[in-house]
Structure formats: structure tokens, C-alpha cells
């Protein structure tokens, strides 16, 4: 498997859905702050729905679109199947949302329906083309499977939420109004989480240099987490069976927990930048979610609203945010500066984003998070709503600093620090082919 | 000659970590030829992201200063690991 920079896809075609979450998010987040008390009140009411589905649809499915639409072609080293397809599942997307959201925040029922509908058109298209593309990749490792598999419940999550939005319609099947759980947990576990883990077992190990991590536990912490995500299919027609996806689910999360802290005690890059330090944060808040969830699991008051706040904001944002980090200034830099005529003049890619800003991001989306969670689990509307309003300036921060980084053109270039005689300059005047470095 | 090549490539910077890809450890060997230089390297993982940039400024880094055309052979055995950071390298990582 060899990549190259070259499968690239075109900088808009990535743009155009990381700017449309980089909205969706502080909105979501806007929105919360705004009718925080009837949130905490009808946790599952019309306002609930309406900033669920802009944080899920607008916010998670658009940036996690964006990012496999980069990062697919380039990570896996084959080019996309289809950039027009992918642009034809954008605007059916963003249709859809904006249609979900509008609906479900006036009740107006056939926008739900024709919005829930595009939205898993949109989703389907963008699956199939990741699934022809991955289906190049020869031979699978662990992050293609957790690719397609994520894909599979993208697909599955999606069709699930627009059978629901049907019934909401028509009433045809009672049972689907106790599905949320699962609809939840397929996108949310499945989809994004599988994908974020699977991802991660390439990026960390890219980004900070931590090589030789063994992927026994790997393996089995993303089958576990897979395994969970499916599991909550049955319990369509056995509402009782969801004792077993929410353990395996569980499980899978503590281990992928231990096995993420164990890779990255092997790197070489002890510094992370703030980006990496957000989405390691997010591993680290993985035990707290398990916890939460298993309180909710057992009908603590209040356990499911800072669950599912946790599992929303706190690991997928806060991992989504922080590759945000490393993919927007990534972009911006093969985009103006990987031409050899740019040599001498380019900055580091991670130099790009203004670093103070992204620490305010981090923070305040971080601190929001768990004022949040906080908010919800006591019942306390005042402290959801304070807590939805940093959260939101943080999401807005970073919008601006990513925002922002698009538009770099002349910036300082770097220079290594001065030279030293270093052990690989040593190679002597004859080295010949045989001859290596290390 | 060689070692002309290979200052000209301590120029050659990873633009994640700043560091060249010398210290980085990736070039393996350099053999000068009348009418070619012939490089030998590695990356860090087969999927870096940064292939193509990192062999086209290798191959004007080779050009410039041995006033002649790059063969680049890109090879994964041995594979990259840590191991082949140069120190100094490591303790601008580790900093």
C-alpha cells in the first residue's frame, strides 16, 4: 500500500462540509443555551430533537464526511470513487438537516419526514462511495475495516431514523417510537465512534511518532464497541435484550481507553499540540462516559441527558474538533505551499492555526462540556444553560481559528534550529547503495 | 559529492515536525553517478500523507546542489522505525 499526497480530493469539495459544521456546532450549542430549561424539562421534546439533529447532522455527519473525503483517499492511499457523488450527498445532506431541523423545532411534520428521507439518501450516496473506495484498499488493516464498518452503520443508523421519521408521519409501526436507543447508539457508537477509534490508530501513531504499538487490543476493543452498536438492533423487537449492547459497548470503550493511553506512551513527540491534546482528552473521558451511562442504564435521574451530552459534546466534539486541528491546517498547506517553488517559504502545518486561540476553544468546549453534563444530571437549567453558552463560544473560537487558517497566504516561514553534527550527517564521501543510514 | 547531497537534504523538511528528512532518519543511502543521483529512502508509514511533496523536494534538493537528476527509490525494507531519529532530532521532539 503506498499513498499519495496527489489522491488529494479538491479543497472545496473538503471545505464546503467542515464550514457548514463549524456553523452547525456553536448554533447547536446556541440553541441549547438559549431554551436550556425547557431542555432540561422534555429532554425528548420538539427544542431537544431540534438541537440533537443540527448537533448530529449539521455539526457530526458534515465534518465526519468532510474528513474521510480528505483523509480516505490520502490515508488509504486510493482516490475517491466519485467527487461528484460526494457532492450530490453534501447537498442532499445539508437539504435534509436544515429541512430535520426546521420541522422538528415547529413541528411541522412533513418537513420532518422529506428531511429525515434526504438525509439517509444523502448518507447512503456518501456510504456507497466510501464503500467502492475502500474496497480498493489492498491489503485491509484494522482502520479500513473500521471504515466500512462505521459505513455499514452509518447506513443502517440512518435508514433506522428515516423509518422512524415515516412513522412519525404515518404511525405505522408503534414499536419504532422505543427505538431511539438504538437509531442513537448505531450512529453515535457505531458510526462515529468505530470510525474516530479506527481513524485514531493511524493519526496517533502519525502525528506523534508512536510506532510498535501491538493491535491485539485494538482489535478487540473495536470489535466490542462494533459489536455493541448491532447489538441494540434486536432490541427493536425485544426491548429487554438492551442489557447486552450497552455492556459490550462498554467494554469496548474501557479498552479502547487503555489500549489509545498505552499507544501513546510510545511516542517520540512528548509536546501534543492543542488539537491532539482535545482529542486525547476525549479518550480520557471515556471511563467518565461509561460510568454515566451505566447510572442511566439503572434510571438515575438525570443520567441520561449528561450521558448522552458526554457522548455528543464530549467524545465525539472534542475528538472531532481536535483532528479539525490537524486536517484544516493540513489542507491549507498542500493547498499553498507543497509546490518546490514554495520551498524556503513554507511554514509548518501546524503553525498555521493560531495555537492561543485553539487553547481557548479547548477549554471553554471542554469546561461547557462538563458544566453541561453537570447541568442536565442535577437538573439544574441555569448551569445547562451557562455551560451551553462557553461550550458555544468555544465551538465559535475554533470556527473563527479555523476559519482563519483557510485564509493564510504569507506567513513566516520556519527554520530548523541551527545544525548540529548529527549521526545520520556522518555518512562518508563513498556511501554507495549498500550503504544506509541506519 | 555525496556529502554535498546529503547537506542538501538536511534541507528537506517534514513539514509536521520540522525536522529534515535526515534526521529523520529516512534516507538510507546516496550513490552519485555521472549522470544521476540515486537516492535511497523510506517514509515514516506508507500512508504519510505528505509522499509526493517529500519526494518532489528531495528530487530539486538532489538537483540544485548535485546539478544533476534524482533517482528516487523508494524502498519499506528495512522499515522506518523511531530508532533511526537522529539525537538531536529527538530531543527537538521530546522537547
Not at chain 1, 157 to 171: I, P, T
Not at chain 1, 241 to 260: C, R
Not at chain 1, 273 to 278: F, I, P, Y
Not at chain 1, 313 to 337: A, C, E, M, N, Q
Amino acid at each position: 500500500m503506498q499513498a499519495h499526497s496527489n489522491h488529494a480530493p479538491p479543497f472545496s469539495l473538503v471545505w464546503r462540509h467542515v464550514a457548514v459544521a463549524l456553523v452547525a456546532l456553536p448554533a447547536a450549542l446556541g440553541l441549547v443555551a438559549w431554551v436550556g430549561p425547557d431542555l432540561v424539562a422534555h429532554p425528548r421534546g420538539a427544542l431537544a430533537l431540534t438541537a440533537v439533529h443540527l448537533l448530529a447532522i449539521g455539526w457530526m455527519a458534515m465534518v465526519v464526511m468532510g474528513a474521510l473525503t480528505q483523509m480516505v483517499p490520502v490515508v488509504l492511499g486510493v482516490p475517491l470513487a466519485s467527487h461528484r457523488a460526494i457532492g450530490v450527498s453534501h447537498a442532499l445532506t445539508l437539504f435534509g438537516a436544515l429541512a430535520l431541523v426546521t420541522g422538528f423545532a415547529t413541528g411541522f411534520h412533513p418537513a420532518v419526514t422529506a428531511g429525515g428521507t434526504a438525509v439517509a439518501v444523502g448518507l447512503s450516496v456518501f456510504a456507497g462511495v466510501m464503500a467502492l473506495t475502500v474496497r480498493r484498499v489492498k491489503p485491509w488493516d484494522l482502520t479500513a475495516f473500521a471504515v466500512a464498518a462505521s459505513l455499514g452503520c452509518m447506513v443502517l443508523g440512518a435508514a433506522l431514523g428515516a423509518l422512524m421519521a415515516l412513522n412519525f408521519r404515518f404511525g405505522f409501526w408503534p414499536a419504532l417510537y422505543g427505538a431511539m436507543p438504538a437509531h442513537a447508539h448505531l450512529l453515535v457508537v457505531g458510526w462515529l465512534s468505530t470510525l474516530t477509534a479506527g481513524v485514531s490508530y493511524k493519526l496517533l501513531p502519525m502525528f506523534t511518532l508512536a510506532y510498535g504499538h501491538p493491535m491485539r487490543l485494538s482489535r478487540w476493543a473495536l470489535a466490542l464497541v462494533l459489536g455493541g452498536a448491532v447489538a441494540w438492533l434486536p432490541t427493536l423487537v425485544l426491548p429487554a435484550a438492551w442489557p447486552l449492547p450497552a455492556v459490550l459497548q462498554g467494554l469496548g470503550a474501557l479498552l479502547y481507553a487503555w489500549d489509545a493511553r498505552q499507544l501513546l506512551a510510545r511516542r517520540k513527540k512528548r509536546r501534543l499540540e492543542t488539537g491532539l491534546g482535545q482529542a486525547t482528552r476525549a479518550i480520557a473521558l471515556l471511563p467518565l462516559i461509561v460510568a454515566v451511562g451505566a447510572l442511566a442504564a439503572l434510571g438515575v435521574p438525570g443520567a441520561a441527558g449528561a450521558y448522552g451530552t458526554l457522548l455528543l459534546l464530549g467524545w465525539v466534539s472534542w475528538t472531532l474538533v481536535g483532528y479539525l486541528y490537524k486536517i484544516v491546517p493540513f489542507l491549507v498547506w498542500v493547498d499553498r505551499f507543497s509546490a518546490p517553488s514554495s520551498a524556503g517559504r513554507r511554514p509548518l502545518a501546524p503553525d498555521l492555526v493560531d495555537t492561543r486561540l485553539a487553547r481557548i476553544a479547548g477549554d471553554a468546549l471542554t469546561l461547557g462540556t462538563l458544566a453541561l453534563a453537570l447541568g442536565f444530571g442535577l437538573g439544574l437549567p441555569w448551569l445547562a444553560q451557562l455551560a451551553a453558552g462557553v461550550a458555544g463560544l468555544g465551538a465559535a473560537v475554533a470556527a473563527y481559528d479555523l476559519f482563519m487558517t483557510t485564509q493564510r497566504k504569507g506567513v513566516t516561514p520556519w527554520k530548523p534550529p541551527s545544525t548540529t553534527p548529527s549521526r545520520a550527517s556522518s555518512i562518508p564521501s563513498s556511501a554507495s547503495a549498500s550503504s544506509t543510514s541506519a | 559529492m555525496e556529502t554535498t547531497v546529503h547537506d542538501a537534504l538536511k534541507g528537506v523538511l517534514d513539514p509536521e515536525f520540522g525536522i529534515s528528512v535526515v534526521d529523520l532518519g529516512l534516507i538510507y543511502g546516496i550513490v552519485v553517478e555521472p549522470d544521476v543521483v540515486t537516492v535511497r529512502m523510506t517514509l515514516t508509514t506508507p500512508s504519510c500523507p505528505l509522499h509526493d511533496t517529500i519526494m518532489e523536494d528531495v528530487e530539486q534538493a538532489v538537483r540544485t546542489a548535485a546539478g544533476r537528476p534524482a533517482a528516487i527509490e523508494l524502498v519499506w525494507e528495512p522499515a522506518w522505525s523511531p530508532d533511526l531519529i537522529s539525537p538531536e532530532a529527538l530531543a527537538q521532539l521530546q522537547s
